[in-house]
């Protein structure tokens, strides 16, 4: 994560995998989707994506700007929060938790990597529910949210790629430490803890992580 790149066009070659997604069944006939989504945003850097059915658009989140975008298929993009209002420097992964009808996000600064916090917004119109400081239940020189996932029940698990811990956050906002783990560290200066996943099973289901 360096300095961030001049504004420019930003493609999501993501729309053919909606054609196929949205397929019950082989024999029906796939809705309409194009094979790319190109856009253009002033410093947009963009780092998480998310497909929003409900309302037929991509969320995009912003590393430079800290904004989560809503990008039409046909290119039209708006900005469902603005990372001032929000209180996001930079916004990092994205975690659309559709029964709950909001938009988690991982909120860092790629530049000073000294927060970790996670934002729920509305997802229909980026009103703000929680931004919870995440940073300050573990002591680090560094901190930086990466990645998020949610489980059935609605608690949130965040990746810290400078701290290796996991946290975890309930539907209501209160956070504590899932897990923290001297051997998930990254080497000196490197990211560490990456992408994070929850698995539904049979029982509460299981988390699984990346490293870089």
Known sequence: MGPQ???G???LVLG????VSCSKDDNDAAPFAPAAVTFSAAGLFPEGVQYDAKNS?????????GNIGRVKDDGTCTVLAQGSTAGIVSAVGLNLDD???RVLVASSNSMARDR?????LNRDNGTVNF???????R????HFANDVAVDGQGNAYVTDSFAPVIYKVDAQGVATVFLDNAQLAGATGAFGLNGIVFHAGAGSGYLSSGQN
């Open 131 to 137: 931004n919870v400081d995440l940073g300050a239940l």
């Open 99 to 101: 029964s709950r009808n």
């Open 116 to 120: 970790a916090k996670l934002v729920s």
């Open 16 to 19: 053919g995998l909606l054609a």
């Open 9 to 11: 066009a930003t493609a």
């Open 57 to 65: 658009a991509f969320l995009v989140s912003s590393l430079s700007t």
């Open 139 to 142: 002591s680090s020189p560094n």
């Open 5 to 7: 790149p001049p504004a």
